[in-house]
């Protein structure tokens, strides 16, 4: 058995880490190098950064501050957020990320997913699945540029989608647990971990330890990404671990 993961992530917007509810009522949460460089001390597993308003506001990644985290931490890193082609994957990857994240563009275009694994291997390529439920169709409908724009796919088809494309892993975020600190959505996780062969992380709703032992028991997820808790220092990463291994869970 594998053994998991946790892992900070890093939303910017405009240059400083914000986190909100729901992807909206965003406040600040600090300086992206300095977090890099604190949850590299703290053992994390890796590090997600996504530049949370490229693709809404049609513009690349912040690469200079891709950069700088890159040259501040040890871990692996994945960077997401206005990558639209090969040429961007290329600059990230060069900039120092371990994986790229690909999420509006690879709606737009599906080769996109084909092309980056071709290139640079299904490793490097990151999937994220932003999913709200949907009563209309009885499952969660996927979402592009941060939220904002619902599309025709459900959760399910699309995770298959992309990783028949070559997708490495899938960033699995619901919308509708973000931020709420209720816990993880364990329906929504499980039902796509069930679906595909790859590695699922887990996101949204983590407010308490508890919250990633469940995830983890009950949904078949490979690691659970939090960002609130661990930023404004309710609990840390080392506490989480701890209390993940108390219960029996294998964790890095």
């Known amino acids: 058995m594998l053994t998991k993961r946790i892992i900070p992530c890093l939303d910017v917007k405009e240059g400083r880490v914000v986190k909100g509810t729901q992807f909206v009522e965003l406040r600040d949460a600090g300086d992206p190098v300095e977090l890099a460089a604190f949850y590299d001390e703290q053992w994390a597993d890796e590090l997600v950064f996504l530049d949370i308003s490229a693709s809404h506001e049609g513009r690349k990644t912040m690469i200079d501050v891709v950069e700088q985290v890159a040259a501040s931490i040890a871990i692996p890193f994945t960077v997401g957020g206005g990558i639209s082609s090969v040429d961007d ?42 999913a709200k439920y949907d009563e209309s169709i009885g499952s969660w409908r996927i979402y592009t540029h941060g939220g904002r724009t619902p599309t025709d ?5 699309w995770a298959r989608e992309v990783t028949a494309r070559g997708a490495g892993e899938i960033l699995l975020t619901s919308m509708d647990q973000d931020g709420a600190k209720t816990g993880f959505d364990e329906a929504l996780t499980r039902t796509v971990s069930e679906a595909v062969d790859v590695p699922v992380i887990a996101s949204g709703g983590a407010g308490a330890k508890e919250h990633f032992v469940d995830v983890f028991e009950k949904s078949g997820a490979d690691a659970a990404l939090a960002a609130s808790i661990f930023h404004y220092k309710e609990t840390s990463i080392e ?13 890095r």
């Open 153 to 157: 796919w459900e959760v399910v088809d």
């Open 239 to 251: 506490e989480v671990k701890a209390f993940i291994r108390e219960r029996g869970v294998l964790v």
């Open 89 to 130: 994957m290329r600059n990230m990857l060069r900039a120092g990320a371990d994986k790229v994240s690909l999420n509006t563009a690879a709606v737009k275009n599906p080769d996109l997913i084909t092309q980056g694994s071709t290139y640079f291997g299904s490793q490097c390529i990151v999937v994220a699945v932003d």
